[in-house]
């Protein structure tokens, strides 16, 4: 069984900095793919930031230079350092991790993010 555990979520004042942790060490599974999706009510979850191998990382446009996405050599954890946020960047961020393009997508519960005035 697969487990993401995600941590950091909270409340952040507009300019401020918030990091959020995936951790998949519980999993006997190296993961390819690992990365962060966000949601807001009434919208479709979007893809915030990924990283595919250990030399591919792609963002949402909205992000860049603004996000930043590691993930640890064991590929089994995942970082996501926040600088800058703006009051559109809450949402229910959810880390996501894939081992290859067969095998299922996993999900973790999900962290809020507010971004206060």
């Known amino acids: 069984q697969v487990e993401l555990v995600e941590s950091g979520g909270g409340l952040v004042p507009i300019g401020g900095s918030l990091r959020l942790s995936c951790d998949a060490s519980?999993?006997?599974?190296?993961?390819?793919?690992m990365g962060w999706y966000r949601q807001v009510p009434g919208k479709e979850r979007e893809l915030v930031a990924i990283a595919i191998g250990s030399g591919i990382t792609d963002y949402h446009d909205s992000v860049k230079g603004r996000f930043t996405l590691s993930r640890d050599a064991g590929m089994k954890k995942v970082y996501l350092d926040m600088n800058s946020v703006k009051p559109e960047d809450t949402a229910v961020y959810y880390c996501?991790?894939?081992?290859?393009?067969?095998?299922?997508?996993?999900w973790g519960q999900g962290t809020q993010v507010t971004v206060s005035a």
């Open positions: 996501y991790a894939k081992r290859s393009v067969d095998s299922p997508n996993y």
């Open positions: 519980g999993s006997p599974f190296r993961f390819n793919v």
